[in-house]
């Protein structure tokens, strides 16, 4: 057969993109601190990631901001994407169309400096929030990411047929009924991938949460940085190993559960 | 019934107002101030002296921008990088979606799946995993050396090479994805129409697939080139100190210098640049839609 | 009971006296600026089937859509069974409505999709079962309780829209282009079920259809809609034969215009010169000399015949081309100052040396089958 280029590329193209990971991995493994240097097999860097409190914690922190926001940046960003795409006669719905996409396309460095900037702006004025940690934090995540579910869902519903839902109040029930019994049942995919997506942004977030939070509220990602900025870090080479597998395992039991329930 | 549809309304609206919208003016405002050694770090913009108001509007942080030329410098230089790194994530990333959208349909969803998979894990491991590799006692020295195909460990590692590889490695997706929803929709039988027609397979390439999947193309690239704008972690862990990239600036002056109306003044032109191409964004995303 | 209703001589629009179950007051609809629905006035009664036929984008799905209380009037009133209907959302409406797509819920079984709206109503859970299994007899679905709407095919699916929509006895059925989504065939056989469903439960239907095949099949009375306006409403056969304007003309059924002025008007003789020559129709009170109209004649109104006819209006042209259809043949005319007729004659049984291309023939209609259009 000959060789055609298109495959090629796109061949080298996978490589560059799993070949770091896979590195990760395989020298998550390794007995040497050295990267280049093979010492034979060994698990002792899981070991000392688990021993490591300072990374526990973090990771305990971060794992609880990503829940709490994903999950109340669903119910928010929904209800946005609701009103986007199902509500008839609402002034400055343009505006609100803008403003839900902005955080998607403005830098992360703006968005914490900003976020910051207002609750200084807002403790010296109301007092509250009460200094800067978990919940400058999770206002921070929960604002971005009810953009990201916004997307999700509203791509969802202007996919719907809408007729479905008039159909459901034709016969009689109210509109809050129709959400729970057709709307909510039909969009659930998509709720799902909106907050793993959230739970993701949130788990991954550095820049903003570096600008809003406070002493004594050191997230994950925050934790990392601070590590490998001075260089390889074998420990930090099992996370990611951890966090590889915790994806993998994840995706195949998506998979498995849409074969079972096919369309 | 109408409250809680005034309910459902105002929620999220008002919780982007003040976490979203009125941020940018509180920046705005302090951009207009004075730094102070105080808490907080500037000058209020109006206050009440004697009985009546009085504000206190300072350019001065913008024309220290201009006359410093560090800001200018790392205003270009952001653009310069943002700019060939999205040209290099095109040329890596138009054959892959485009042998994506040509596969036939159960290996598509698997291709397409495994360009979005890396997404899922962390972006700054991802990045992280590159100094391993890229390092001078790295992994690609490494095989580069035992291949004898250089004899001298090659200095990537904190410099701009660094820079692009990490940027392209990471935005891949975000250009792939909406380039790919772009070749999917192009119709075979244009291409063999223009075959039929006697084109050749490269002529009917930059003839027909190329021109039809501009707004792929241009949508696609304004999603890396926006974020990559204002980037921060691969210039701060790839790049070295002569990296100049206006993110990594912004971060410098709030957390290092603690001049906030400074940083603030940097945010807010970094913004007005930006205008430009989320407007090309708008427009590529619209025009798409329409095909 | 409603069978009684509809007997010929008691048809209520005809008689005037009864008073109109739903009433539609001076309806505008504006999207924008552009009007969807202008001015709209119509009365239905009770147990017609009346149908809105109209092109696409003439304003009958609005119409509809504002029975059912989806979109608000930007003027007007609606009344139902005396009742106005200002400002009644959709959910409390006496009226249903089967969706072109049929709009079922793809995660209930078809089971509960028919009995979701006797639940919303509080019909308790055993009642309600019995009145579905009873509507789903009612459309021969019987043992297709458990199946999810994706399990069907697409008459089946019909059939579970039209059961969900009657279940709970809507004083009025709304039904947006029911048989839309069907074949040819399926259409066919489905148009008579539909007919036979309304008889039976009685229930006012409004139906909206851009087929004027299936309006004529299945009305009692038809109103055609155009740019957001309705222009006529009758029975099938007034609308047919007696349409109001060159458009009801051209949109129903195939027919022949000739454009004209008036020659002679009077009480007991009526001429039109048209470009192939003066026309003889039936007078027509109320015009005058040189008014400018059209005359619609119907192409099975037109005899067509080697030898000369003897009519009011007989002319002679050539044959461009011929389609057999079967029942009859449809046969292009040419005239010989350029205008093209279209006519259609019955098969026969054995005609031996049938009219073919090419062909000089003589055609013929009488006064009566011209039809005199101001408008």
């Known amino acids: ?263 | ?291 | 009971m409603s069978e009684h209703i509809l007997a010929a001589e008691t048809k209520p629009w005809v008689k005037g006296t009864d008073r109109p179950f739903v009433r539609i007051k001076g309806i505008t609809k504006m999207f924008g600026d552009l009007a969807a629905v202008k001015d709209v006035s119509l009365d239905i009664y009770r147990g017609e089937l009346f149908c809105l036929l109209g092109g696409s984008g003439c304003g009958k799905s609005t119409l509809l859509r504002m029975l059912a209380g989806f979109e608000t009037p930007t003027g007007g009133a609606i009344e139902i069974d005396g009742q106005d209907m200002t400002g009644v959302p959709a959910n409390m409406r006496p009226t249903n409505m089967m969706f072109q797509s049929y709009a079922l819920f793809p995660h209930m079984s078809v089971e509960k999709n028919v009995a979701y709206g006797l639940r919303r109503e509080g019909v308790p859970k055993g009642e309600a079962m019995q009145r579905t299994a009873d509507m789903l007899g009612l459309v021969k679905l019987d043992g297709f309780a458990r199946r999810k709407p994706h399990q069907l095919s697409g008459g089946q699916q019909q059939r579970v829209a039209l059961a969900r929509a009657l279940v709970k006895q809507p004083k009025l059925l709304l039904l947006d282009e029911p048989l839309g989504a069907l074949d040819k065939k399926l259409r066919e056989e489905t148009q008579f079920e539909l007919i036979r469903i309304q008889e039976e439960l009685g229930v006012t239907f409004i139906v909206v259809t851009h087929d004027q095949e299936e309006a004529m099949t299945l009305s009692t009375r038809i109103g055609v809609m155009d740019a957001g306006r309705i222009v006529q409403v009758g029975e099938p056969r007034e609308i047919y034969e007696t349409p109001n304007s060159r458009f009801v003309a051209d949109f129903i059924g195939s027919v022949n215009i000739f454009d004209g002025e008036v020659d002679v008007a009077a009480p007991d003789l009526m001429r039109v010169n048209t470009s192939e020559g003066p026309v003889m129709c039936e007078p027509v009170a109320g015009l005058t000399a040189r008014q400018k109209l059209h005359i619609a004649v119907r192409p099975e109104r037109i005899r067509l015949s080697r030898t000369p006819l003897e009519a009011a209006n007989t002319m002679q042209g050539v044959v461009t081309e011929v389609a057999y259809m079967g029942n009859l043949s449809v046969y292009r005319v040419q005239l010989p100052n350029g205008q093209c007729l279209k006519v259609t004659a019955a098969n026969g049984l054995h005609e031996d040396n049938p009219i073919t291309w090419d062909e000089t023939v003589h055609i013929g209609w009488s006064a009566a089958a011209c039809r005199v259009l101001v408008k």
């Open chain 1, 1 to 263: 057969m000959k060789l055609r280029f298109t495959p090629i590329m796109a061949l080298l193209g996978y490589l560059f993109l799993y070949g770091p990971i896979i590195s990760l991995v395989v020298y998550s493994f390794n007995k040497s601190k050295l990267v280049t240097v093979w010492g034979g097999w060994s698990t002792k860097w899981y070991a000392e990631l688990f021993a490591n409190q300072q990374i526990m914690d973090a990771a305990k922190l971060s794992l609880k901001i990503a829940v709490v926001s994903a999950s109340v940046a669903t119910v928010l960003g929904t209800m946005m994407a609701m009103v986007l795409v199902r509500f008839k006669r609402v002034r400055g719905k343009g505006l609100m169309g803008g403003m839900v996409t902005g955080p998607l396309v403005m830098p992360d460095v703006i968005i914490g400096l900003s976020l910051l900037l207002l609750f200084v702006a807002m403790q010296s004025l109301i007092g509250w929030p009460a200094g800067r940690g978990l919940t400058t934090i999770l206002i921070a995540h929960i604002t971005f990411n009810m953009a990201y579910v916004a997307v999700v869902v509203q791509s969802r519903l202007s996919d719907m047929d809408d007729s479905i839902e008039e159909a459901a109040l034709d016969l009689g029930a109210s509109p809050a009924r129709v959400f729970f019994d057709i709307t909510l049942p039909m969009i659930t995919p998509a709720l799902v991938s909106g907050w793993l997506l959230a739970f993701t942004l949130s788990l991954d977030d550095l820049v903003i949460s570096s600008f809003v939070s406070g002493p004594g509220a050191t997230t994950l990602p925050m934790v990392i940085f601070s590590k490998v900025r001075l260089g390889v870090s074998p420990d930090i080479n099992a996370l990611a190993s951890l966090i590889v597998l915790a994806v993998s395992i994840g995706i195949i039991v998506s998979a498995l559960l849409m074969r079972q329930k096919p369309k």
């Open chain 2, 1 to 291: 019934m109408r409250l809680g549809r005034r309910f459902v309304i105002a929620v999220p609206t008002l919780w982007l107002l003040l976490f979203f919208m009125v941020p940018f003016l509180v920046v705005l405002k302090i951009s207009l101030a004075e730094p102070r050694i105080a808490i907080p770090p500037y000058s209020p913009l109006w206050e009440w002296v004697n009985g009546s108001l009085k504000f206190n509007i300072n350019l001065e942080n913008y024309s220290y921008m201009w006359e410093d030329s560090l800001y200018l410098n790392a205003y270009l230089s952001s653009i310069k990088i943002a700019a060939i790194a999205t040209l290099l994530t095109l040329l890596a990333g138009y054959p892959m979606a485009y042998y994506i959208a040509r596969s036939p349909e159960p290996r598509r969803s698997i291709l397409l799946l495994l360009v979005v998979l890396p997404f899922w894990t962390s972006f700054l491991l991802r990045v992280y995993a590159w100094i391993g590799i890229l390092k001078t006692n790295g992994i690609l020295n490494a095989v580069l050396l035992w291949a004898g195909i250089i004899d001298e460990p090659l200095v990537i590692m904190q410099t701009d090479v660094a820079v692009y590889i990490g940027i392209v490695y990471t935005y891949l997706p975000f250009l792939i994805l909406p380039l790919y929803a772009n070749l999917v929709k192009l119709d075979d039988t244009l291409l063999e129409a223009s075959r039929d027609l006697g084109a050749s397979r490269m002529s009917s390439f930059f003839r027909i697939t190329l021109p039809l999947s501009m707004p792929g193309i241009i949508a696609g690239s304004m999603l890396v080139f926006i974020p990559v704008l204002g980037e921060y972690v691969i210039p701060a862990l790839l790049g070295g100190p002569d990296t100049l990239m206006i993110g990594k600036v912004l971060w410098n002056e709030y957390f290092s210098n603690r001049d906030w109306p400074v940083a603030s003044a940097v945010a807010i032109v970094m913004l007005v640049i930006m205008m430009i191409p989320i407007m090309i964004l708008r427009r590529a995303q619209a025009r798409g839609a329409e095909i």
